[in-house]
């Protein structure tokens, strides 16, 4: 998973806003105006973060998010529903379908950035660490060229009550 934010938004005025909001959250911002290429982004480069809205251009933002879920690892994908659409139907197929969080149209700048905040720190710590690699593992030691023979009564170290 990539450290950028991937933004898939129809609404030229409410992306940028998402994308000035979250710069202090990520270091890239990559942007999508429609459905099509919101998912062919997040295929071809998977983010640390997407926001999603759900009435997309080209293909509906329920299907991106399905398609997205099906992707090797799109699971690991944190995805933020951000939509206009704030009725109870929308917020309950957003959890049964895979999103990490939903967030309705207007919203708080500060509301925004908190809760990406929250989903890029869950997405890194629940990504898998990598394979290890022969080089990475630790070396297992050496055969002893003596072998360590137990400690004897007379070569144990004495307690105090046994000096006494």
Do not use: Y
């Not at 890239?28 to 919101?38: K, L, Q, V, W, Y």
């Not at 879920?69 to 379908?97: C, K, M, W, Y």
């Not at 509301?111 to 297992?140: K, M």
């Amino acid at each position: 998973m990539g450290e950028h934010i991937l933004v898939i938004e129809d609404s030229a005025p409410i992306r940028r806003l998402v994308e000035i909001c979250l710069r202090e959250v990520g270091p890239t911002i990559i942007t999508a105006a429609d459905g099509p290429s919101g998912l062919q982004t997040a295929i071809s480069d998977p983010p640390g973060l997407i926001v999603l809205d759900i009435g997309l251009p080209g293909m509906h933002g329920w299907d991106v998010l399905a398609e997205i879920r099906r992707q090797p690892g799109g699971d690991q994908i944190p995805v933020l529903i951000l939509t206009a659409h704030a009725n109870e139907e929308d917020r309950f197929r957003s959890g049964t379908d895979g999103a990490d969080a939903f967030m309705t149209k207007p919203f708080d700048p500060t509301d925004l950035v908190s809760l990406a905040t929250s989903l890029l720190d869950r997405g890194n710590r629940e990504a898998p660490p990598p394979p290890a690699t022969p080089e990475a593992r630790p070396a297992a030691p050496a055969p002893s060229a003596q072998p360590e023979s137990p400690q004897t009564p007379a070569s144990r170290p004495a307690t105090p009550a046994a000096r006494e």
